[in-house]
């Protein structure tokens, strides 16, 4: 049982756009900001936004970020086949002094 | 640019120590700025953060794992490492080391970038 709430899965066509929300709470989510990595199949997770809308160099403008209260969401715009993979949300909890994580979002791409 | 390479063992007996190291390139361990983090990913499941250091020595531990972690950091030769105790086949996943990056002194936004390419480490007789 994660601490961060995800839906197991999301799908979308090519070019759509697709949101995932994570929801958690005012501990986690509700008082630190939000990361979200992107696990391709069979490789290790890599940042894909921080600091709740950031995308670091190299992460196209098609992913984008929000948090509102203890909920954050990852918007996908102009879907692509490259984007079938699992998606993480992530943010510090203060009561573990620790990161806890979302249970993941499997994204197919139809 | 920072790269992290895990090592060790891929099998490991019920009830043994499970020993992991990650070597730190491209950068210093010492970074005012960095933590250093194992996390891991049972197999089809989400992400498990077990615990970090500071280069100073510093430990932070997932409450779920703390009796049985221990992570502690090696500044001449770049490398930080995990023993997890009395391991079971619960403790079989991927295991990644990580960099926290704090970009001010209290931390306060972080984020985990880089990640190793992880380590399969299986628990079996």
């Known amino acids: 049982q994660s601490v961060l709430t995800q839906p197991p899965s999301a799908s979308g066509t090519p070019g759509q756009r697709v949101t995932i929300s994570c929801s958690g709470s005012?501990?986690?989510?509700?008082?630190?900001?939000v990361n979200w990595y992107q696990q391709l199949p069979g490789t290790a997770p890599e940042l894909l936004i921080y600091?709740?809308?950031q995308r670091p160099s190299g992460v196209p403008d098609r992913f984008s970020g929000s948090k509102s209260g203890t909920s954050a969401s990852l918007a996908i715009s102009g879907l692509q086949s490259e984007d079938e993979a699992d998606y993480y949300c992530?943010?510090?909890?203060?009561?573990?002094?620790?990161?806890?994580f979302g249970g993941g979002t499997k994204l197919t791409v139809l | 640019q920072v790269q992290l390479q895990e090592s060790g063992p891929g099998l490991v007996k019920p009830s043994q120590t499970l020993s992991l190291m990650c070597t730190v390139s491209?950068?210093?361990?010492?970074?005012?700025?960095?933590?250093w983090s194992w996390i891991r990913q049972h197999p089809g499941k989400g992400l498990e953060w077990i615990g970090h250091?500071?280069?100073?020595?510093?430990?932070y531990y997932n409450p779920s794992l703390k009796s049985r972690v221990t992570i502690s950091v090696d500044t001449s030769k770049n490398q930080f490492s995990l023993k997890l105790s009395s391991v079971t086949a619960a403790d079989t996943a991927v295991y990644y080391c990580?960099?926290?990056?704090?970009?001010?002194?209290?931390?306060?936004?972080?984020?985990?970038?880089?990640w190793g390419q992880g380590t399969l480490v299986t628990v079996s007789s």
């Open positions: 491209g950068g210093s361990i010492s970074s005012s700025v960095s933590y």
């Open positions: 600091s709740n809308n």
């Open positions: 990580v960099r926290i990056y704090c970009p001010s002194p209290t931390c306060y936004t972080n984020w985990f970038d880089p």
């Open positions: 005012s501990s986690n989510i509700g008082s630190n900001t």
């Open positions: 992530a943010a510090w909890d203060d009561s573990l002094n620790g990161p806890v």
């Open positions: 250091i500071y280069y100073s020595g510093s430990t």
